[in-house]
């Protein structure tokens, strides 16, 4: 097993040949280490990559993001060298919102290298729970509220 630690990911191979990326998105306030415990139950040609947002993790002493597009563009500039392979992306809660932004973000950038990114955002933003309403699913969440 090795691990690649860089400013925005974290990265964990069981040292077997990588053959899909599972790329995680933590939750609003926590940080990525929550989620390194996953490397542990995942087959071993999964490659865990989880996002470091500023001010979170190793990452606390910077501020963090307040500017969304600003966001988008550095997630995705970040995972830019870890989409070489199949990879799906998850998400809680505002992580969801983020995977689900960043896969919008590379198909109107990149189209005819995100064929399948849609499919994946749908399955980010199912992470998104009823508390955290957000623009893009508005009627999955009113029908939960009555």
């Known amino acids: 097993m090795y691990t690649d630690t860089r400013q925005w990911t974290l990265v964990i191979n069981s040292g077997h040949a990588t053959r899909i990326r599972l790329i995680?998105?933590?939750q609003a306030g926590a940080a990525?280490?929550?989620?390194?415990v996953w490397s542990n139950s995942l087959a071993d040609h999964i490659e865990?990559?989880?996002i470091n947002l500023p001010g979170h993790g190793p990452r606390r002493d910077e501020a963090p993001c307040d500017n969304w597009p600003s966001l988008l563009e550095n997630?995705?500039?970040a995972l830019n060298p870890w989409l070489d392979k199949p990879h799906a992306l998850f998400g809680h809660g505002l992580g969801a919102l983020l995977a689900y932004e960043t896969c919008?973000?590379?198909q109107e950038r990149f189209p005819q290298q995100t064929a399948t990114c849609s499919s994946l955002a749908?399955?980010?933003?199912t992470a998104c729970p009823a508390g955290l309403c957000c623009t893009h699913c508005p009627s999955r969440h009113s029908a939960k509220r009555s």
């Open 122 to 125: 749908a399955a980010a933003l």
């Open 48 to 50: 865990l990559v989880v």
């Open 24 to 26: 995680c998105f933590p």
């Open 75 to 77: 997630t995705f500039a």
């Open 104 to 106: 919008k973000y590379a």
């Open 32 to 36: 990525a280490e929550q989620l390194r």
